[in-house]
T-cell receptor, first 115, second 115 residues
Framework: KAGVTQTPRYLIKTRGQQVTLSCSPISGHRSVSWYQQTPGQGLQFLFEYFSETQRNKGNFPGRFSGRQFSNSRSEMNVSTLELGDSALYLC??????????????FGQGTRLTVV | GNSVTQMEGPVTLSEEAFLTINCTYTATGYPSLFWYVQYPGEGLQLLLKATKADDKGSNKGFEATYRKETTSFHLEKGSVQVSDSAVYFCALSDLYGGSQGNLIFGKGTKLSVKP
């Protein structure tokens, strides 16, 4: 079956702009989580969505937001981009996010560069 | 707050050498522990997990034992191969009895195996 798909794979934006990243989870998965990966801070949790509701949120400013649609696809948005937002953004999906017998599957990520 | 500390890399080994990557954690309650692997240009893959003290996770020749007394989850492999070259992440989750919807990651350890 198809894996987690993130689009686009690469993105270059200018400071002050906004950006929207997309994540299509594995069919049947209802939990989608987003992570930011940078060389300095490593992997940091942004937020998790389940059944169109944000279930958990990490420690990021309000410029970072997300949503989930009825088909479980998720988008994250970053407004007023800063140079420090340059990172690899990873999406992970799992069936429920709460069952230890199911695995979280990661996409290949979207590489965002802010110039 | 909860955190994960793993040994700094990079680690360079010859093929068939023994591998240990140290991981310690700080958490309230009883977290679940994971090792993820990231191959070049790819997303993260779950390598192994342990959900309670003294559990041993194992996969593809890798092993890690959940040691509550030392708050550790060290990754080991008896004989590494060139194909094991990747970045390894230790992670914990303490939500929903071990949810993978919100993971706290270590900084990652890059492993290079030379033929």
């Amino acid at each position: 079956k198809a894996g987690v798909t993130q689009t686009p794979r690469y993105l270059i934006k200018t400071r002050g702009q906004q950006v929207t990243l997309s994540c299509s989870p594995i069919s049947g998965h209802r939990s989608v989580s987003w992570y930011q990966q940078t060389p300095g801070q490593g992997l940091q949790f942004l937020f998790e969505y389940f059944s169109e509701t944000q279930r958990n949120k990490g420690n990021f400013p309000g410029r970072f937001s997300g949503r989930q649609f009825s088909n479980s696809r998720s988008e994250m948005n970053v407004s007023t981009l800063e140079l420090g937002d340059s990172a690899l953004y990873l999406c992970a999906s799992s069936f429920t996010g709460t069952d230890m017998n199911t695995e979280a599957f990661f996409g290949q990520g979207t590489r965002l560069t802010v110039v | 707050g909860n955190s994960v500390t793993q040994m700094e890399g990079p680690v360079t080994l010859s093929e068939e050498a023994f591998l240990t990557i140290n991981c310690t954690y700080t958490a309230t309650g009883y977290p679940s522990l994971f090792w993820y692997v990231q191959y070049p240009g790819e997303g993260l893959q779950l390598l192994l997990k342990a959900t309670k003290a003294d559990d041993k996770g194992s996969n593809k020749g890798f092993e890690a034992t959940y040691r509550k007394e030392t708050t550790s989850f060290h990754l080991e492999k008896g004989s590494v191969q060139v194909s094991d070259s990747a970045v390894y992440f230790c992670a914990l989750s303490d939500l929903y009895g071990g949810s993978q919807g919100n993971l706290i990651f270590g900084k990652g350890t890059k492993l290079s195996v030379k033929p």
